[in-house]
């Protein structure tokens, strides 16, 4: 099958596929399959869930996989962001051209043109409580048959003139078509994609606290050999970075033992390694896996429970946890730079404690932002209801988790810049170089959040920094 880059393509990318001369052979075998099944093919001659069980006549059946498409279409806004659309898209492109889901070309290529042309369907991101992704993926592709709307720089348009704009007619559906687009969960492979990336950068960023952490509080070294890691791989590499990165910096004679918070951060990082390397291989094999119900396999018509995303869900809710954690380390750091008998340096981090409040104020918004993120850390995944008059009596809620996943990256960012922002202020006030590999990472934060030299606000200080982050 041919590969697609979801992220870049999500970030903009163009989509060139090539020739689908293999597509269309399958399409043509699916045809002749389908022309001469002697049983009910669910979802194409029948209708879906408690109505499977339905016979559909010709006459129906040419109207059958439009409807399924526009009747389902219950969301609502909040919408999905532009790249998530896209991530979507290209998940679901890639579906396309699996021979078990036989679309034709005609198809495929619509969808790759729709991407090409910056088309972005309007996709709810919340209460979406069917057993796949039926209500998100309808809104996604009645736009392809000119019902629904789309986003233009983020305004509401109708789908049929965005189509129009771009010299497109309203794609005429084929036999299982309709089926094949609301079938899966790409909108959970997508967040797996999206918020994994996400993650990464934001693991990346809480790794370099945590080494500036200790280089400013002039921490003892040895508890980083990654000797001790034992048989961990991945803890042992965390704990060299964090070594490697604070060699040649100043150690505290009356430091003994840095507080909890300081030794344990390599721990909590390689768990959260760990959790996202996980995540990132249940996402490649759900994208592998055949999600049409039903499939066409081996010539045949296959019922399937592809579309039960729990395997990426439960591994999403996995790394909200793991973040958690590492938000609950960041926020307590940041309080331990606040207290003299810990630092030795100025109460607050003020330069004239007393009259002024000095970074206090800093460290209550990371624990605002903590608190915010602990009530996102229950698993989104777990809870079933049912559906569809019984038939349909279990969901993932991936996608949920996915979601939640978003939120929490954001709240640990801007814990992550509060940090920062206490770290480059603690090394500002004892007047040492620092670590020689961090000497650029303090240079970088503090061109962006000058030393607190008088109180100000520093609401803005934090989003700076954060925009810093989204810049890379």
């Known amino acids: 099958m041919r590969e697609l880059d979801v992220l870049a393509v999500a970030r903009g990318q163009r989509v060139d596929l090539g020739p689908l001369d293999d597509v269309a052979a399958n399409r043509r075998a699916m045809l002749a399959a389908l022309e001469a099944a002697d049983k009910p093919v669910y979802g ?31 969301g609502g806004p909040p919408w999905l962001p532009e790249p998530d659309v896209r991530a979507l898209l290209a998940v679901k492109l890639h579906g396309l051209l699996a021979p078990t889901t036989a679309a034709s ?13 910056g088309f972005v369907p309007a996709v709810p991101r919340l209460a979406l409580g069917s057993a796949g992704e039926i209500i998100p993926l309808s809104h996604a592709f009645q736009t392809f048959v000119g019902v629904g709307t789309v986003l ?11 189509l129009k704009r771009r010299k497109a007619k309203p794609f005429p559906l084929g036999p299982k078509e309709g089926a094949s687009l609301i079938q899966g969960s790409p909108l959970a492979i997508a967040h797996a994609f999206m918020r994994g990336a996400e993650a990464v950068q934001a693991l990346e960023l809480q790794t370099l606290a945590a080494a500036m952490a200790v280089d400013v509080l002039g921490a003892p070294r040895s508890i980083y050999h990654p000797s001790l890691a034992g048989p961990d791989t991945v803890l042992a590499a965390v704990l ?28 909590a990082i390689a768990h959260a390694q760990r959790t ?46 793991a973040l958690t954690h590492l938000a609950e380390i960041s926020v307590q750091r940041l309080h331990r730079f606040m207290d003299t008998q810990f630092t030795g340096l100025n109460a607050q981090l003020a330069v004239d404690p007393g009259p002024q409040a000095g970074l206090s104020p800093i460290h209550k918004r990371a624990a605002g932002e903590l608190h915010e993120i602990r009530r996102l850390a229950a698993p989104a995944t ?80 934090i989003d700076r920094l954060r925009a810093k982050f989204a810049d890379g």
């Open 44 to 74: 194409v001659n029948t209708g879906m869930g408690r109505l499977a069980g339905v016979a559909l006549d010709a006459e129906q059946q040419a109207t059958h996989q439009r409807n399924l498409l526009i009747g389902r279409a219950v």
């Open 105 to 117: 070309p005609e198809l495929v290529k619509f969808l790759a043109d729709r991407l090409n042309d």
């Open 152 to 162: 233009e720089d983020g305004v509401e348009k109708p789908a049929a003139d965005a």
């Open 240 to 267: 060299d970075d964090i070594r490697s990165r604070t060699t040649d910096s100043a150690t505290r004679s009356d430091l003994v033992q840095a507080p909890v918070s300081f030794r344990v951060a390599p721990q």
């Open 276 to 321: 996202l390397d996980d995540l990132a291989a249940a996402r490649d094999l759900l994208l592998a896996a055949p999600t049409d119900s039903p499939s066409f396999l081996d010539g045949r018509f296959t019922s399937t429970a592809g579309y039960h995303a729990v395997t990426v869900g439960l591994r999403l809710d996995a790394v909200t946890a």
């Open 382 to 461: 777990l809870g079933s209801l049912d559906t569809s008059a019984g038939q349909e009596d279990v969901q993932a809620h991936a996608w949920a988790a996915g979601e939640q996943l978003r939120q929490v990256i954001d709240h640990l960012l801007a814990i992550t810049a509060c940090e920062l922002i206490g770290i480059a202020q603690a090394h500002h006030l004892r007047g040492l170089p620092g670590a020689p590999r961090l000497r650029g990472a303090y240079a970088w934060i503090t061109e962006t959040v000058p030393p607190v030299l008088v109180d100000r606000p520093l609401g803005p200080d």
